[in-house]
């Protein structure tokens, strides 16, 4: 049987990749959390450098020789030898390396510099366009990315439209003619839901959560949540960030950011909990097989799953806050005192149309992602051009979700998404949060104990659940194969449509 | 007339490298202020492979063909063609990058890579003996280290001592038998100068420094005189870490740390104006230069004669405080109540040996210096062996200071230097001491208003003057040759022990 030591010369190469874009990644933590302003050119270039460093050693000569040994050009997958088969982790890890290895090849190191720097800069621009509400300042860096984006597609090829090769970058396996059907079906249970909301005769008031809570309070309130979930500090940080984020250099150093407004009491919670959950996963990974794919997340949509599992399913519970309402209460007694728990968990689940992606609630937050990505869809094929997102998104706004932005700011600014590049990534949200109920359903069967330990504060059983049946397997299996082996059904809108209507049915007494 | 614009294939290159090494001081930076403990060993992996592929880079076939078309490996000067000279910046860049390639083409990239690995790990564990105060546990990775530097002063090729080999690399054209004069001047005034202020009838107590100060507003005073000196925020960041140091990735993001004690009002303050000074000089470099030696600061020695400058001909004088003393009463109204400019003068300028360099005076600074300078020569020269370094250091600290640590962690184990492999440096230390006597009284000469200014708080035209004089130019001109083009004179002790007998002498009544 050949292991994964067999394939020692092209992992050690892998390890030095790996450590070149860990490199990349903590310049872009740093350009997020602490660089000033005047560094953002200067770092732009930095990261391209390494980008570009990176992909030229993985399209090597040297890496394509090993490759050939081992991987059929034809089906991508490892060639068995008689007699002298491959293990399953050296074959997943092939399979794997070679996808890397294919997509990387078609795409010439000089496009992946440029594309790097222009994706920085513009993400620059975009801040400033966000901060002054000027979707003119944004719209000739987002015409660069976008032609860059659509080269990169004509480049990796595609079946059908070129927003599949995009959409396979974050989430491998998934099509426009896959998530189409998944939209709708939650479209036409999500949208009548919303409607029996807004008419429900019980209206509930989130006002508690804008009182005035101090920031630092809330910083270890969170700190608290992510201690107990078992986020480990000695491997992490928590900083600020304008945008929440997680992000990894090694099992031993995955750091998540937060934010935090003194009015906004479920803001930095929230974050917390969400960025925890992604932390979690990038600890929880194999450190033996770190800078090869077995050492890495699997997809967008199942890193999506476990923030949205641990933000939704454990912190939108009554069992979680029948635990950490109490301590809460302690940590602002004032803001929270003669409140019940009853009271805050309808405040946190309050559903109500809004402008803002990040703060919508879990019902609408998907209406959210179909409207991006149907114009992102249309953007790449040339449908639509930028110079008219502004209205595009307004109008959809107003048909999906009744309201219309006052601002673009508060409209088509407002994700820093599209300004690095990142058009296909959208659609992994709502995959992240289907997922997360299969997940967390099936966690419930397998943990009989569970409600009553999150219940008591113990959350760590469902940790642990999570890092042996998805964390430690990096991308052994393929998003579908892995949602199929844990749960066994692959990507299902059902338990989500199933558990929105349950829990909220019963909130709003519908 | 041949430009810097003829270089460009070769300038091209070192901008690459440039920022391959800048990425690397990120990471540095990021492990000295916010890395998580459990990170440190991926870290030094991270920043091993950076300054792997940077030296790859420079020694590489491509960079050494362009080099040989344009200089003379045998003198390693430009060669001139008839009629079509090289311009000045031209001449000095092509030296200064022939120095680097042909010293980096003497180390295997496999020793470089090791020689970093290795220095980060024993940083790691220095930290901790230093905690312990185990000497012991530091010992192995001290063994490694001097090992791998010896092997490097063999690769490098040397004149008489090994170590010459190695200063050369912070101070390029210093030498054994060019310091020992400097030292040796030093001693035969400082000693007695300390003697007879040991002696003085005046004795300064400097209790009012050890009062309680809150630590954000000390931050802020810092911050305030930061500002003052014009180092410019929105390039820069100050910060906290264990050791004070500034870090450049490039003239628009240098950073500055600083430490902060309750009860040690001068540690803040005197970190931040040192520091401080060390950032004018990045800041100050020329962008358009940047990656070549010409937007590179020239050596360790006048970097260091800048921190020394201000934080003391600046920060340690009289004008000075005329200006900020009423703002830090101001500050800290209940401690500093009552006291008078002069008594505060006299407390920061209190002559006392003591244990620790970074905390020591002006006069008896040079005193630990030289200490280190004749330890670690001897230890490169195999004359002393690393687990004598104890014994050894107590010793000399009883024979020049007169006091005997009562631990190692305040005794050998104080400064990082040796762990990271920076044998050395230390003694440039010493110039930039003696430099910045040298380039403060050129200044007092160049601008007769230079004391009125500092008085009112006016601190931009003695930074205009520096950056003109000294920070522009990079790598211009030689050490010495920068010296004697801004003084008159090459390093010379004599004006720094006429101020300090001048200074010390007033202060003391001698």
Redesign the interface.
Known sequence: MKTVATLEPLTTRLL?IQ??N???S??SW?QET??????G???A???A??QG?AHEKLVSQDVESLLSQWVDPATGQATDTAGDAWDEPSRSLLREVWRDFSRAKKLPSDFVVQLSRECSLAQQVWVEAKEKNQFTKFLPNLRTVLDLKREEARYLGYQGSPYNALLDVYEPGATIAGLQPVFAALKTRLVPLLQRITQSRVQINDGILHHSYDQTRQLEFGRLVLTAMGY??????L?LSAHPFTTS??P??V?VTTRVHEQELQSCLFSCIHEGGHGLYDQGLDQQY?GTPLGDSVSLGIHESQSRLWENCVGRSRPFWRFFFPILQQTFRDQLHGITIEQFYGAINRVQPSLIRVEADELTYNLHIMLRFEIEQDLIEGKTQPEDLPAIWNQKMKEYLGIVPPTDAEGVLQDVHWSFGAFGYFPTYTLGNLYSIQFFEQAMRELPNLEDEIATGQLMGLRRWLEQKIHRWGRMFTPAHLAERVTGSTINPEPFLNYAEKKYGELYQL
């Open positions: 030095e450590r070149i860990s490199a990349a903590v310049l740093d602490y660089m000033p302003a005047g560094g050119e200067a770092r270039e930095q990261i450098v390494l460093i480990d500090f000695e491997r992490g940080r900083d250099f090694h031993t150093d750091r770190f």
